[in-house]
């Protein structure tokens, strides 16, 4: 982890399907979360932090950033090169040419697409970053899995439970922010049952669900361990 003497925060702009992503960055940090990120920015001044890191703020073009970062799921990439809805992307890629940084997350490396990345900016910074488990002793790992998820890609936490030998023999997927309704736990937990397997879901699912639906439900806990983490630090420092 990079441990800077910077008081930073976590803004986020408050959306209330995405309770799930801010009791998550709220246990790692300080979070401001509201309607208008530029209120936000001005509350986080106002209590003197130094640093604020917006979650999904780089399409609020009505802010200016000393650095920008842009994600991309190294399995999916550019998908079909289409803007939302149509595709995954949030905005046209030629749009990284405004960009300081590329992290690339997952377990594919693809030196074609770095370069593509780069002839649309010269200048760019790529990084790449793995998911990397943090409570795998808490698994039993003779037994069967079903899995379920209501996440962005869930193929990548797939292909985690699979690298670090997690036996799923049943998956089970949900749209993106997904709300669990009682009856949809109660068919996975009769479906486990009836197949003799244990529960898997992400820490962003399983905060989405109620103290009575977490009942024997376990979630993997995972971090980013990024490559080449010394090189991005020297980055980040020198723009600040």
Same mark, same amino acid.
């Given at each position: 982890?990079?441990?800077?003497?910077?008081?930073?925060?976590?803004?986020?702009?408050?959306?209330?399907?995405?309770?799930? =992503?801010?009791?998550?960055?709220? @246990?790692?940090?300080?979070?401001?979360?509201?309607?208008?990120?530029?209120?936000?920015?001005? &509350?986080?001044?106002?209590?003197?932090?130094?640093?604020? &890191?917006?979650?999904?703020?780089?399409?609020?073009?009505?802010?200016?950033?000393?650095?920008?970062?842009?994600?991309?799921?190294?399995?999916?990439?550019?998908?079909?090169?289409?803007?939302?809805?149509?595709?995954?992307?949030?905005?046209?890629?030629?749009?990284?040419?405004?960009?300081?940084?590329?992290?690339?997350?997952?377990?594919?490396?693809?030196?074609?697409? =770095?370069?593509?990345?780069?002839?649309?900016? *010269?200048?760019?910074?790529?990084?790449?970053?793995?998911?990397? *488990?943090?409570?795998?002793?808490?698994?039993?790992?003779?037994?069967?899995?079903?899995?379920?998820?209501?996440?962005?890609?869930?193929?990548?936490?797939?292909?985690?439970?699979?690298?670090?030998?997690?036996?799923?023999?049943?998956?089970?997927?949900?749209?993106?922010?997904? @709300?669990?309704?009682?009856?949809?736990?109660?068919?996975?937990?009769?479906?486990?049952?009836?197949?003799?397997?244990?529960?898997?879901?992400? =820490?962003?699912?399983?905060?989405?669900?109620?103290?009575?639906?977490?009942?024997?439900?376990?979630?993997?806990?995972? =971090?980013?361990?990024?490559?080449?983490?010394?090189?991005?630090?020297?980055?980040?420092?020198?723009?600040?």
């Amino acid at each position: 982890m990079l441990k800077y003497k910077f008081k930073t925060v976590f803004i986020k702009k408050k959306y209330i399907d995405q309770i799930d =992503e801010q009791n998550i960055l709220s @246990k790692y940090g300080n979070l401001i979360c509201l309607s208008f990120r530029d209120i936000a920015l001005r &509350i986080a001044e106002k209590k003197k932090y130094k640093l604020a &890191i917006l979650d999904d703020g780089l399409q609020d073009k009505s802010l200016s950033y000393d650095i920008s970062i842009a994600c991309f799921n190294s399995s999916e990439q550019v998908g079909n090169g289409l803007v939302l809805p149509a595709g995954p992307l949030r905005e046209k890629i030629s749009n990284i040419a405004h960009y300081d940084i590329v992290f690339l997350n997952g377990e594919r490396n693809n030196k074609r697409f =770095e370069k593509k990345l780069k002839r649309l900016n *010269p200048n760019l910074k790529i990084f790449r970053a793995k998911y990397s *488990p943090k409570n795998l002793k808490s698994f039993k790992f003779k037994r069967n899995f079903l899995m379920f998820s209501g996440i962005g890609n869930p193929l990548e936490f797939q292909k985690t439970l699979k690298k670090y030998n997690f036996k799923i023999k049943k998956i089970i997927n949900f749209p993106d922010h997904y @709300k669990y309704k009682s009856s949809d736990i109660r068919n996975i937990k009769n479906i486990a049952k009836s197949n003799k397997l244990k529960i898997i879901t992400t =820490e962003k699912d399983y905060n989405r669900l109620s103290n009575v639906q977490k009942k024997n439900i376990q979630f993997l806990k995972i =971090e980013l361990k990024i490559e080449k983490e010394k090189e991005f630090k020297n980055v980040l420092l020198k723009k600040l």
